[in-house]
């Protein structure tokens, strides 16, 4: 939550996803919605994730308002952010390749970029402004069986 009073969770049980949320001055957790695997407040709404992967808005009462023309990879690692009136998701595709998506709620326009994945690495997120793309360029490793030589026995 934006005033850090309290924290949403998702929670997968026996196949079906729930959104919880947690009260820390009251340290009470109750179930907020059934069917989504993620969600964001905004404003008085919330960006919900549906657990087909199609983004939505839901107003305070949590009921549908608004479905986004936006919809995720959720086999894969996938990242939400709320930055002023915009909607930036990092979604990791089956390719490896990055989906950057910005959604202006304002100007109800929405921007997608391909990234390759060989260009960022697998952790990736963005700073407070949601203008610059923040993440961890993997370290290429070499094999410790090819860097000492081993042969398998056959030394």
């Known amino acids: 939550n934006n005033d850090a009073s309290s924290i949403y969770f998702s929670e997968n049980i026996a196949g079906n996803w729930h959104i919880n949320i947690f009260d820390f001055s009251t340290r009470l957790q109750k179930r907020l919605i059934e069917g989504y695997r993620a969600v964001v407040p905004y404003r008085d709404k919330f960006v919900a994730v549906a657990e087909s992967g199609q983004v939505t808005v839901l107003n305070s009462s949590l009921d549908k308002e608004q479905q986004l023309p936006i919809e995720l990879n959720l086999r894969n690692s996938y990242r939400i952010f709320i930055r002023d009136d915009r909607l930036i998701i990092v979604n990791r595709l089956d390719s490896s390749d990055w989906l950057l998506a910005q959604y202006n ?10 990234v390759k994945s060989n260009q960022l690495g697998t952790e ?17 490793a070499s094999s410790k069986l090819v860097s000492l030589g081993y042969n398998f026995g056959y030394n």
């Open 105 to 114: 709620f304002t100007e109800k326009e929405l921007v997608e970029k391909l």
């Open 124 to 140: 990736v997120s963005v700073d407070g402004k949601g203008v610059k793309l923040l993440y961890v360029k993997d370290k290429e």
